[in-house]
């Protein structure tokens, strides 16, 4: 009976050293450390791999240093010019000093995507609607530098914000909208007039080389009768006084000269 007591023993002393020694060690993965407390205060920072620990004396808390995302939900804020925008953003960040993230602050994830809330409302009341709508990569600069300067003493770096969607009322979308197609007439109009105000100082300048060079408005004038006749089924009549034809009128009294000479050369030959 002894013996089978004595087995009995070593057998239960076994199952304890084995379970101890199951207590004593640890993985720690690649993308993790574990922050080891001995007694409630800070040992050391251990990992990634096998730790070795000692049961019920040491705790280890495990910290992810990959990068996290927290989605700040949709924020509904009035802008410096009295419109309510709702916003949402992305807040990407990482823990960089495993234990700060730890003593400094109960839960940075819930630190963190409480800080970028409040921040995000006090930026866009600071802007006007316009900004709010065109300056989307100075509002993420701006929370993340805000974030940064909170985080930083969390051993918390946040790497990159992103603003996801601006929503506006369906009143001022319509509004928008008008104002946008009253800018594109506004811009057509100023364009049209610019055109003709080209177009005037051209023909200004084309009138003047016409009055030195009438032979020129003959040809221009022959050239543009040359295209009206292409189109078919028009009948165009020309006046043919010396005011609109003062080169053409002068070539037919030279010829009817030229005319009057021959004829009265041929009688006086006769």
């Not at 023993?9 to 199952?15: A, D, E, M, P, T």
């Not at 409480?114 to 006007?128: A, K, Y």
Request: net charge positive; charged share 25%; no cysteine.
């Amino acid at each position: 009976m002894s013996l089978i007591a004595d087995a009995v023993g070593i057998v239960f002393l076994l199952i304890i050293i084995l379970i101890f020694v199951a207590l004593s060690f640890r993985i720690v993965r690649e993308w993790e450390r574990a922050v080891v407390l001995r007694l409630g205060r800070i040992l050391a920072l251990k990992g990634p791999g096998i730790i070795f620990l000692i049961p019920f004396v040491d705790k280890p808390l495990v910290v992810d240093l990959r990068v996290r995302t927290v989605d700040i939900p949709p924020q509904t804020t009035i802008t410096r010019d009295n419109v309510t925008v709702s916003i949402d953003a992305v807040v990407y960040y990482k823990v960089v000093d495993p234990m700060k993230a730890v003593s400094m602050v109960a839960n940075y994830n819930m630190a963190v995507l409480n800080i970028s809330q409040t921040s995000l409302r006090d930026i866009i009341g600071q802007m006007e609607l316009d900004e709010v709508l065109s300056k989307r990569e100075e509002i993420n600069k701006k929370l993340q530098e805000i974030l940064d300067s909170y985080t930083e003493a969390w051993g918390v770096k946040v790497t990159a914000v992103t603003v996801r969607d601006i929503k506006l009322s369906p009143d001022l979308l319509t509004a928008i909208a008008k104002q946008a197609e009253a800018e594109r007439l506004r811009r057509a109009k100023v364009i049209l007039s610019e055109g003709e105000r080209q177009a005037s100082t051209i023909l200004a300048e084309a009138s003047k080389s016409y009055q030195t060079n009438p032979m020129a408005l003959q040809l221009r004038f022959l050239e543009t009768l040359s295209d009206i006749s292409q189109r078919g089924g028009l009948i165009v009549v020309v006046p043919a006084e010396k005011e609109i034809y003062p080169t053409l009128s002068t070539s037919l009294a030279l010829v009817n000269s030229l005319k009057k000479m021959e004829s009265g050369t041929s009688k006086g030959g006769s």
